[in-house]
């Protein structure tokens, strides 16, 4: 068990009959009233997200999480085969349960899987990935780098924004949690 105050970003507990990982959390003093813990919550087994409120002091089961490195190989039909480097061992992942991380991952491409007593969550992708642009219109001369944004449809089929001197063929850093630009590769 633990206490609500010790939460951090990144934790993962057991609650309401699910497993849910912390992506934000801040602790509330009112001036009248106890205090409390407003919470942001992602539920590791649909991915959806909801915003919860404890009590100060409540507990809540820590959930054991274990994550293995593994590589992504390729995608047969809606299946997608990941493989353990070290033993060589694959298993396979329906594209609905990884529907979000789809628009990052590469072919063999290093992922943590999310385990929980042995049944498989889902896919952590590393924070940022070098993905390469497809199709952009191009720039015209006397765009500047803070002059806005236009889409970018990068190799994996993600639509990006991005500043207006980026072309078809640059590799870009794109960060895996929000979607978004964050420079030259």
């Given at each position: ?163 207006f001197f980026v072309n078809a063929g640059d590799k870009l850093v794109i960060n895996t949690s929000e979607g978004s630009y964050v420079s030259r590769a």
């Amino acid at each position: 068990m633990i206490s609500v105050n010790e939460f951090r970003t990144g934790l993962t507990i057991e609650t309401d009959g699910g497993i849910w990982r912390v992506i934000d959390f801040q602790h509330v003093k009112p001036g009248k009233g106890a205090a409390f813990v407003r919470s942001k919550l992602r539920n590791l087994r649909t991915g959806a997200i909801q915003e919860k409120t404890f009590r100060a002091g409540e507990k809540v089961e820590r959930a054991q999480i274990d994550n293995k490195t593994m590589q992504y190989l390729y995608a047969n039909a809606n299946m997608h085969v990941f493989m353990d480097n070290e033993t060589y061992e694959q298993i396979e992942l329906p594209a609905t349960q990884i529907e979000y991380e789809l628009k990052f991952l590469q072919e063999n491409m290093i992922v943590h899987i999310i385990m929980y007593n042995g049944e498989t969550l889902g896919v952590e992708l590393p924070n940022t990935v070098e993905l390469e642009v497809v199709e952009t219109d191009p720039g015209i001369k006397g765009d500047t780098a803070s002059g806005g944004s236009k889409p970018a449809k990068m190799e994996t089929g993600l639509i990006v924004q991005v500043p207006f001197f980026v072309n078809a063929g640059d590799k870009l850093v794109i960060n895996t949690s929000e979607g978004s630009y964050v420079s030259r590769a």
